[in-house]
């Protein structure tokens, strides 16, 4: 490990040493995030999933500055120009981009005007001028040859070189870089009216803002105007201050060159500095604000996917349509498919199809003891709403329905993966199986599609496609591991989230399986093909065997503490067969931790988890958190009145505010002022993804479908 890297890492992060330390040599030595977080929390002092891979990032980012500092170092060493005092500020530099302002200089370039002036003799005129000399012109009239053929043309030279020079000072382009940052504007205007129909874009037509203060769901906004051509944009400087600011630099006194001297230094920051940090600001202010939308993507992901599931439940998924039909499919409460069907409940259907598909919806449920209707929430949702609360009135038992966001799910119906699995099935078919299966687990169906495509994110398009999908995958990762997976019931698409595994390996777990029957414990799992020693000692503590005779392997102990498991057992005097029951819960919870940890040789934080895990063996921690709002009757808009108390579940979480499902067609708007009394910086500190939240109407749009909410009541 290299030991300036690892300076410059401990420099920037707030971890001990000996955390930044271990957790590199951990990952060095091929273990897992999610690995090193659950089962490695002595040796990294209890860190988390985020804070090791921000460790991991951050060593990757310092090791990239580091080589290109090497490289630049190297060039211009190559060049005979590298001075101890140049090798110095190199080395010094934090950021890459003051690297490149030092390189910039030495950086080998095409041919320019300045290149080309200095190859006809006139580099000594540029100097004679930045020295403030008087008689430029009689001067500039020595430098005439059969290339330059007139004073005005030495002089335009002679400009161009000092332009290229000042162009490339450092220490006047961080300035610049610092003063742009901090006082210019961003202003978008109309640039053509005709791409935005829908007046999208309206408020920046004539749009001016600091560029430091501009939200980021804003910047978004304004480049996708610009990219799509709606919007012209530019940055606005306070160009009389960086001129006076350049002209203080080089021109201390009054003579005859300086004319020129302002003209060079006009030309520098009109043709070369200021586009140059422009496209730079632009960048940085682009790069921080796909950050923020991915953050928050994959924070509204990471709630979503620990969704709780609706275990037991005989599911009919319900994928609505106008024209087509409704597709509906049947599952048993282990996912299984039962049936598969299409009716006509909605117009343009006639009276006489609508009638008959209220009976054959009554047919499934009865036939099958359906126990819950999941709704896709896309085309036609709220008018099958109204159908399906109609039909389950004519039902002398209780059966609930729910709306079930459906984003993605046609992405998964016609992945190569649903083909497989429902080869003989229409790619509708397989979406209304989708919607029926996320209520039932909905971490295990939504691992089958592309995050991007879950809907839970803000202006997930236009961001770096390639940080999203990293940051995204991540967060499914980190979610898999902390719910653990059944091993005998997980599909292949789940399976190979759990670390240390792979698509191949999870493949072969699903092949073995069907080859063999269920999988009897964890050591079984060993005999899968591809699936060694570091695979088994990664996945093995996130596997769940419910069959197993051994409950260590129902809980998320690790193989490598079951002796000690055992050991903490016998001392304490449990039988296995009894953990769970409220005696062996009480004599867990009464351990003096510090002194059994001692006893057993073993970390207290390691014996903390175990015990926690021996107390539940087979939780599920999404058991605790919100589950969806069940339904047996339907609201529409109409229905609202302002000043009206409604429970709704959080669908999305943006900068600005949060999207909440009332049961109405459209969902409404919390807006991040009326999420809490006191002032928050963002709404993701008040509410998550499939949040249940009590709200009050506070505005009623017909027009436009809108419903205004607040979580703080009606002012």
Known sequence: MNSEIFIATQEQLNFKKSQIEKVLTLTEEGNTIPFIARY????????DEIEIKTIIDTFERKKSLYERKQAIIKSISAQEKLTPELKKQIEAAEKLQDVEDLYLPYKRKKKTKASIAKENGLLPLAIFILKQNNQVVEQSEQFLNEKINSVEEALNGAIDILAESFSEDAKLRQWIRHEAAGRSLIESELKNAEKDEKRIFEMYYQFSELASKLPNYRILAINRGEKLGVLKVKLTHDLDKI??????????KV????????????????????????RELRAELTERAEQSAIDVFADNLKHLLLQSPLKGQVVLGFDPAYRTGAKLAVVDETGKLLKVEVIY??????????????ERLIDLIEKYQVTMISIGNGTASRESEHFVAEQLKKIKRKVYYVITNEAGASV????????????QLTVEKRSAISIARRIQDPLAELVKIDPKSIGVGQ???DVAQKKLSESLDFTVETVVNQVGVNLNTASAELLEHVAGLNKVIAENIVTYREANGLIQSRTEVKKVPRLGPKAFEQSAGFLRVLESKNPFDNTAIHPESYQVTNQLLEVLGIQKSTLGDKKSIEQLQAVNVSQMAVQLSIGETTLIDIIDNLQKPGRDIRDSLSRPVLKSDVLSIEDLVVGQALEGTVRNVTDFGAFVDIGVKHDGLVH???????????PSEVVSVGDVIKVWVINIDLTKEKVGLSMIGSD
């Open 255 to 278: 003579s005859e060159s300086q004319p020129y001297l302002e003209k060079a230094i006009e030309q520098a920051l009109k043709k070369s500095i200021l586009p140059a940090i422009e």
């Open 345 to 358: 409940p909605v117009k343009p259907a006639k009276a006489n199809e609508i009638e008959r598909a209220g």
């Open 243 to 252: 001129q006076r600011f350049y002209q203080a630099r080089f021109i201390t």
């Open 672 to 682: 991040i002022s009326k999420l809490a009394k006191k002032f928050i910086k963002h």
């Open 40 to 47: 490695r929390k002595e040796i990294t002092g209890n860190l």
């Open 459 to 461: 202006y997930q398009h």
């Open 412 to 423: 998964y119906s016609a992945s190569e993966n649903a083909r497989r699995e429902f080869p």
